[in-house]
């Protein structure tokens, strides 16, 4: 086995390691603690047929509700950060993120049209509603960004941010005007706690869907690193280093939009995601692609595995909107990045 090959075999493991820990910890920790060994022996039972006499209560709420939120939390979280890092390095602008953009917007609005307007006939599944309304919002900014002037540099990253707040609150809007004309009241509440974020209804096969998003859009861009690289100078730079500027694009736009419409259809939009993680991600292990996406993705899924537990236990006997403890530590640790940064300047 050659250096390079047991260097990532190493922090391959090491990454293996830290989530199976933070795992662990979401789901012994919540509204009532559950001693790590219970959890342990739970797993045991379910996975190997252990047979350790454990409390039937326990046990159910081990493998059905905190197992299954505290995966899905991991996976949400390490695959909205890496879309966060893939749009920032295409768009190089280092305040692109699927919220900001507009993406998280649109995705919801078409989740919201598959489960209250019927759009679909029961044909079209919620992770596709999502999809489709995630690429519509994408292709809307970008065309308003366009037709307004945006370029290279400075104007075009500004004239990006302005098209996504402009999407965003155009789909927001429409998400609004639906819930408002088709949902009862009982469908309304449901979904507005839902797009404030919300991991209740996390089960097994939310994991099946989740976690094949986030490996998936992780392993594309591990294989696309040197071309994120490339792009963090310029379209221009990428194509002269030999790189297929516009399939690269497609592709990487694609799978961010995927990994966002994905989980936005099961836990709902949750801001300061792709924007916080990678920042953070950059200052522990610098711009380096090969490093930064695989230090996102682990910072990403252990900090909403610790917000979802934050979720649980601030409030006794109630459970918060994951979206309203994400921005409550966001936003003060985004201004924290920001000083950081004109400190480091």
Known sequence: MTRLAARWLGRAALVAVLLVLAVLAG?????????????????ANKLYGAG??????????????????????????????????????????????????????????????????????????????????AVTAFLLVALLARAAGGGQGARGAGQIVLAGIAGSQLFNALTAFIITRSASAEQARGIMFWLLGNLSGARWDNV?????????????????????????????????????????????????????????SIVGAIGFVGLVVPHAARLMVGVRHTRLVPAAALMGAMFLIAADVLSRILVPGQVLPIGVVTALVGAPAFALILAHGRTAR
Request: with cysteine; proline share 4%.
């Open 208 to 264: 099946a869907t989740a976690l094949p998003v986030a490996l998936g859009v992780t392993l594309v861009c591990l294989w696309h690193v040197r071309a994120l690289d490339a792009f963090t100078f310029g379209a221009d730079s990428a194509a002269s280093l030999g790189v297929p500027v516009r399939r690269v694009q497609v592709l990487l736009i694609l799978a961010a939009s995927l990994a966002t419409a994905v989980m936005v």
């Open 52 to 133: 350790y006499p454990l409390d039937r209560i326990d046990e159910g709420i081990v493998w059905n509700y905190r197992l299954t939120r505290a995966i899905v939390a991991a996976c949400c979280w390490a695959g909205l950060a890496v879309a966060g890092i893939i749009l920032q390095a295409l768009l190089r602008n280092a305040l692109a993120d699927p919220y900001l953009l507009g993406i998280s917007a649109g995705a919801s609005t078409g989740a919201v049209l598959v489960t209250v307007a019927g759009v679909g006939a029961g044909a079209v599944s919620l992770s596709l509603g999502a999809f489709a309304g």
């Open 27 to 43: 789901t012994s920790i919540g509204e009532t603690a559950i001693p790590l060994p219970v959890v342990a022996q739970t797993l």
